[in-house]
């Protein structure tokens, strides 16, 4: 869940690295996860998303792994560019009446140094 | 994927005086939409929950009288910030989800003065 009031942490990698961010969740009930990048100024944008059955899936450069038995998810980028230099947040999806809405964990701030 | 589009990006507004801030789903109707705050190196915090067509719902600790959402179409949500003071200094950011996917719009930075 949120951890309002907290600064971020940070993860410093060389380009070219791959990097791994982590994220735990709290809710065991939770079916559906997703990974967010947000850019200094902007909103979050959609990364990759996970269903809890499924324990790992790939998109290009980027692959999440969900561990439910410890309720851990995280997101590996392969190659990783100064480009990718961002907040990245994992996000529990849940119902809200007719939509979804995610909760968002605490957030990593990832630097790709040249 | 769908598109949120938020307006306006930027904001500079005198104390006392208020700000509207618009939330457009541009390629789906989204009877639901949602309105969240980010401090500097924070995570998103969610204000309220705008519903089309009846009140919105908000978050315990959030000021209904200042912060007026207004959901008068399947596409638009407006938040209000009311009366606006220095602290109300924020990134604010909206989001709505045709599916399961949630997105969110550019978001918009208020400074209060």
């Known amino acids: 869940g949120e951890s309002v009031g907290l600064h971020l942490p940070t993860l410093s990698v060389q380009e070219g690295d791959n990097s791994i961010i982590n994220c735990a969740y709290s809710?065991?009930?939770?079916?559906?996860f997703i990974w967010y990048k947000q850019e200094s100024g902007k909103g979050p944008q959609f990364i990759i998303d996970i269903r809890s059955n499924m324990d790992k899936r790939q998109g290009q450069r980027v692959t999440v792994l969900l561990n439910k038995t410890v309720k851990h998810l995280s997101l590996q980028i392969a190659a990783t560019q100064p480009g990718d230099s961002a907040v990245y947040f994992c996000a529990e999806n849940k119902r809200a009446g007719g939509s979804y809405i995610p909760t968002f964990g605490r957030g990593t701030s990832l630097i790709v140094h040249p | 994927g769908a598109v949120v589009s938020q307006h306006p990006s930027r904001v500079i507004c005198k104390s006392g005086t208020s700000v509207k801030i618009e939330c457009r789903s541009l390629d789906f109707q989204a009877t639901t939409m949602f309105w969240y705050r980010q401090f500097p190196k924070q995570s998103l915090m969610l204000m309220a929950t705008s519903n089309e067509g009846s009140k919105a719902t908000y978050e315990q600790g959030v000021e209904k009288d200042k912060f007026l959402i207004n959901h008068a179409s399947l596409t638009l949500s407006t938040l209000t910030v009311t009366s606006a003071h220095p602290e109300d200094s924020s990134f604010y950011i909206c989001?709505?989800?045709?599916?399961?996917?949630?997105?969110f719009g550019q978001g918009t930075r208020l400074t209060v003065v």
């Open positions: 809710n065991s009930a939770s079916d559906y």
């Open positions: 989001s709505a989800n045709p599916g399961r996917v949630v997105f």
